[in-house]
């Protein structure tokens, strides 16, 4: 049973969220035994924005705090972590059971809608979102990017051209330069951006 939320607006919070990710040290995340609540259809309004979030190995535990603090019904949201092959299956399998959306890797063509967090695939394609009206996971070839695979500046990118100031990019620190070059065109765009700062 997925855990409930009390906060369907996360927009407002998010930075705060990453700030206070940025200072948890957990070991073991357990999943939360609640009851999850039916989500509110009418309790969110997306105005059509996505989110878009980077992290490295580093900060799987950051990402954990973001996403189990997430409404059920919280806008699509694309995950690039860098992690091989099978491992980021495996975190989608765990997150899919402590966070109230679903959580899933993403798959070529899967349709983005709210309530669910799609994770980049490791291995050797890069997480991208395609489309203009109506948008879709794809997965594209290419080489490694700042030294990683997938790449998050390709999901950045991606994201600032696809949704412009709909996309709100949030950057975890520890993956070197992947994802700052992404996060500047995201604000070029007009998008939100968010960067965790090391310091804090």
Known sequence: VKPSVQNPNSFDELPAKVKIASNVKRRAPVARAVEQAPPDASAYKSDGKMIFIGSSTGGVEALISILTAFPANCPPTLVTQHMPP??????????????????????????????????????????????????????????????????????FSSAARSLGPRAVGVLLTGMGRDGAQGLLEIRQAGGRTIAQDEAT
């Open 86 to 155: 099978v491992f980021t299956r495996n975190l989608a399998v765990r997150l899919d059971k402590m966070c109230a959306p679903e959580v899933m890797e993403a798959t070529i063509g899967a349709a983005l809608r709210p309530g669910t967090v799609y994770i980049a695939p490791g291995g050797e394609l890069h997480l991208e979102v395609a489309g203009r009206s109506t948008f879709a996971c794809a997965l594209k070839t290419g080489g490694p990017v700042n030294g990683h695979c997938p790449s998050i500046d390709r999901l």
